[in-house]
Structures are given as structure tokens and as C-alpha cells.
């Protein structure tokens, strides 16, 4: 598989710079389908809101899928999870350019969002950088294992409900947003089903012999 061999052979911040450059090629090919400026904007706030969905949706069940489907592909991807995880917040970055570059090109866009609307991106933008900040490993090892992992789980259920409610909000008006909200549905039973797969394993190790004592002769 051709996914597999690149991770493999592409590994920490090799594989880094290549998912960023792949991302910005596709940002600016988007810009650049556009007939002017403001449609280009547009369709690159588009595309790299779907990357940046591929990516967390890659990063959020990478350790349920080495539990789940152990293999190669599996195991590479949660090797290079952190990696997949800065390659999203990386994408989500050039989503705030895209967005930024529409509002200037677009004065009609800003006024006509309220503070109210704002909050979820806002909340969603917070912990994509608390999290990329908390995977540099100086920081992690001051935050502490127990810690780190607890802001981690959270930040990325956070970030699957944000993701949720904007894909979600947005069926009625065009049903094919009903995809993503299925594909992070399925997302979810699959952590959830690997989390009570490693619960059984779990419980399986530890639980005493169930041979019966034999009676003293």
C-alpha cells in the first residue's frame, strides 16, 4: 500500500513537511480555480477545511485501529500519530488564512456573524492550538503523562463535536454534508468499540485462574 510505504519510509518532520507542503499546493490550486480573488478565497476556506477533516479524523482513530486492525498501516499511522495531529493543525492554520483573506476581500462577511456564531470555531481554534503547543515534548514531559493525556482525550472530543455540529447544522441545506457527519459518527463507534476492546484485554489479564482448587488428598 502506497500510504503504508510512506509512512514508513517518511517518518517525524520529514513527514511533516511534506503533508505541509501537499497542503499548501491544494490551498493555493483551490485559490487559484477561483474566477476572482473572493472565490478563490472561498473555495480554499472549502478545501482546507476537508483536509484539515482527514487529518483529525486520521489522528482521532489512529490508536483505535492499531487495537481494532493491527498491521502495518495501522501501526505506522500511530507512530506518526503526533505528526498527523501538527499536519491538521497545521491545515486548519491556513484555514484561518483562508478565512482571514475572504473577511478582507469580503467586507460584508464579518458583520454578518455574531459573537454567538464565532464561539465554536473560536473554542475549536483554542484547543487545536493548546494541543499542537502540549506536543512539543519538552512541554508534554512538564505537563506530566496523566496530565497530558487527559488534555489531549478532551481537546480531541472537543474538536470531534465542534467538527460534528458545524457538518451537522449544515444537512438540511445541502444533504451532502450529511458524509462527513457520518464518516465522524463512525469515527466515534470506533473509538468507543476499541475502547472496550482494550477494557476486555484488560480484564482478561488481570482476572484470577478460574481452574478449580483440587482438593487436599
Not at 488564512?97 to 476581500?105: D, K, S, V
Not at 473560536?122 to 496523566?146: C, E, K, V
Not at 447544522?169 to 476499541?194: C, D, G, Q
Amino acid at each position: 500500500m502506497i500510504a503504508t510505504s510512506v509512512l514508513q519510509r517518511l517518518t517525524g518532520w520529514r513527514l511533516f513537511l511534506l503533508l505541509a507542503i501537499v497542503l499548501c499546493a491544494i490551498a493555493a490550486a483551490a485559490f487559484l480555480m477561483g474566477p476572482d480573488a473572493v472565490e478563490g478565497s472561498r473555495r480554499a476556506i472549502r478545501v482546507t477545511a476537508r483536509t484539515s477533516f482527514v487529518l483529525f479524523l486520521a489522528a482521532f482513530t489512529a490508536s483505535s485501529f492499531a487495537t481494532l486492525l493491527p498491521g502495518d498501516f495501522s501501526r505506522a499511522l500511530l507512530k506518526e500519530r503526533r505528526v498527523v495531529g501538527l499536519s491538521f493543525a497545521f491545515s486548519h492554520l491556513l484555514h484561518a488564512f483562508a478565512i482571514y483573506a475572504f473577511g478582507q476581500l469580503n467586507p460584508e462577511f464579518w458583520p454578518s456573524r455574531s459573537a454567538l456564531t464565532n464561539v465554536p470555531g473560536s473554542l475549536g481554534y483554542a484547543f487545536i492550538a493548546l494541543l499542537a503547543i502540549t506536543s512539543y515534548r519538552p512541554l508534554a514531559r512538564r505537563l506530566g503523562p496523566t496530565a497530558w493525556h487527559r488534555l489531549h482525550v478532551a481537546g480531541m472530543w472537543i474538536i470531534a463535536t465542534i467538527f460534528a455540529y458545524s457538518y451537522f447544522k449544515r444537512v438540511p441545506v445541502n444533504f451532502w454534508y450529511a458524509v462527513p457527519s457520518a464518516l465522524l459518527f463512525t469515527a466515534v463507534e470506533i473509538r468507543l468499540i476499541a475502547k472496550r476492546a482494550q477494557a476486555i484485554k484488560r480484564g482478561a489479564r488481570t482476572a484470577p485462574s478460574s481452574r478449580p482448587l483440587r482438593a487436599s488428598a
